[in-house]
């Protein structure tokens, strides 16, 4: 069961190193590759690839003319970039992302299990949040 809490430190460069028990579920089976975008509540959530493509199908449904939604919407599908892990088992935070999240230094990974709908597959999906 993935669940439970690592503290992580950013290096020089921006790079966050994922413990390796998490970095091969989040790789599934998107060759590698991972989304890792914002959150309103200012913290970035990161998806295996193949988890977050209905996530965002389902986002994009969210009304323009409501606030809220558009709120969720303009943040969670704007802030989105997809990214793979360096040989390291590292990803490296854009500065936007970083800025937003109000990254410096310690950032605290938090798992979750997300599930979209109760046909579907379970997904694993990570937060990554500051430490104040």
């Known amino acids: 069961m993935f669940q439970g809490a690592n503290s992580l430190s950013l290096d020089a460069k921006g790079r966050l190193m994922i413990p390796a028990k998490h970095r091969m579920p989040l ?5 590698g590759v ?10 970035l959530l ?6 977050w493509e209905p996530i965002r199908a389902h ?9 809220t939604a558009s709120t969720f919407k303009r943040v969670l599908v704007g802030f989105a970039e997809e990214m793979a892990f360096d040989n ?4 490296l935070i854009s ?11 310690q950032v605290m990974l938090l798992s979750l299990i997300h599930i979209s709908e109760p046909t579907r597959p379970l997904y694993i999906s990570y937060a990554v949040f500051c430490l104040k």
């Open 88 to 91: 390291a088992g590292r990803l």
């Open 59 to 67: 986002i994009m449904t969210f009304s323009s003319f409501d606030k």
């Open 95 to 105: 500065q936007a992302l970083r800025q937003f999240a109000q990254f410096e230094k």
């Open 34 to 43: 991972v989304v890792l975008t914002a959150h309103p509540h200012r913290c």
């Open 27 to 31: 790789q599934g089976e998107g060759d």
């Open 46 to 51: 990161l998806y295996p690839f193949d988890a």
